[in-house]
């Protein structure tokens, strides 16, 4: 298939392009490299030994994304450009919702224009907020806390109401969401892994940047919570299992008509603390923490189900904890700079 993928030099964006290109699918990337870098890119082609067309421009530059997609014409778009850090969300909305909203609207256009009535959304467990029963699956109700999950869920119900629409004036459409639980690790290779800029919001880049000195010590957000080591538990997912769940999706949506939703993750709940040690035993020694205060809108625990995924698209998570943190800080040590070494 002719894909398009938005966002495609981030981190799941890139190698979720390895498993495209290693499956045969002919790419083409939108990034406006804010949050990445293009070097992404040229380490992607060399893993996977192919060349993939790219364009630097901005998602909300509708006319020059309709340009690119009718010059393309794709069977079908990844979208994963968009803003993602929870804490700068609640701080800056206006720009979470000019890019997560409005990005969409401006992609959905520049589909409409190219033909294409295909889409694969990276979407987000933040959709379900407080859980009101654990695992979360798909028919959970959505609640989200923040404004970085509320701009998911306002793309997901663009997106449903899109296919909708196209459903009813006989021009069906397929939207398959992807709700990601906490993607961690990185290729095999080293040659290619997450690269947050400025200070990581997430634990395991933190705990990447402790390992390597860039850091001085991992903050641990609360260590009263009412979980068995009283640190939050989250549904840590290997990156590369995450990238070969938008390939079953996008085989998915090649049969699919509407809407369908797949929580990625695998099942599985990993403590802070269990991740310290466990990351602290790939990089051979034992790395320093602190206890902070709790943020608000933190979770004590979340898990997802995983068997829709399982079952309609044949997807399951293959990789353990040993492999994300081992994979995690083959691409940390060999770049401890990211791609700006």
């Known amino acids: 298939m002719r894909v398009l993928v938005t966002g495609g030099a981030g981190y799941i964006g890139s190698h979720t392009l390895v498993e495209l290109l290693s499956a045969g699918h002919e790419v083409c990337v939108i990034d406006n490299h804010a949050n990445s870098s293009p070097e992404a890119l040229v380490r992607v082609a060399g893993i996977a030994g192919r060349d993939l067309g790219s364009h630097v421009l901005d998602i909300r530059d509708t006319a020059a994304l309709a340009a690119v997609a009718q010059g393309f014409r794709p069977d079908a778009v990844i979208h994963f450009a968009g803003l993602k850090a929870v804490g700068e969300g609640e701080e800056n909305p206006l720009a979470y919702y000019e890019v997560n909203v409005g990005g969409t609207l401006s992609l959905l256009r520049a589909m409409e224009a190219a033909g294409c009535g295909r889409i694969i959304f990276s979407s987000s467990a933040t959709v379900y907020g407080m859980p009101q029963y654990l695992p979360y699956d798909e028919d959970h109700p959505l ?49 290619i892994g997450e690269d947050p800029r400025g200070e990581p919001q997430n634990l395991m880049p933190y705990l990447a940047q402790v390992a390597t000195g860039r850091r001085a010590a991992l903050r641990i957000f609360g260590d009263d919570w009412p979980t068995p080591d009283g640190t939050g538990i989250r549904d840590y997912i290997h990156v590369v299992d995450l990238a070969r769940a938008h390939v079953a999706a996008l085989e998915r949506a090649a049969q699919a008509t509407g809407t369908e939703v797949y929580n990625i993750g695998t099942g599985r709940g990993v403590s802070v603390r269990e991740m310290l040690a466990a990351f602290s035993r790939a990089a051979g020694r034992a790395l320093p923490h602190e206890i902070a205060p709790r943020r608000p809108g933190d979770l004590a625990e979340s898990r997802a189900a995983c068997a829709r995924a399982a079952e309609v698209l044949g997807w399951r998570a293959e990789y353990g904890l040993t492999e994300m943190v081992e994979s995690l800080w083959r691409w940390q040590s060999a770049n401890p700079d990211g791609y700006g070494g």
């Open 143 to 191: 609640a989200p806390v923040s404004v970085y999950g509320r701009t998911k869920r306002q793309a997901e119900d663009i997106l449903r109401d899109w296919a909708a629409a196209r459903g009813r004036a006989g021009a069906p459409a397929a939207a398959i969401l992807l709700r990601y639980f906490n993607p961690t690790g990185a290729h095999e290779s080293g040659r």
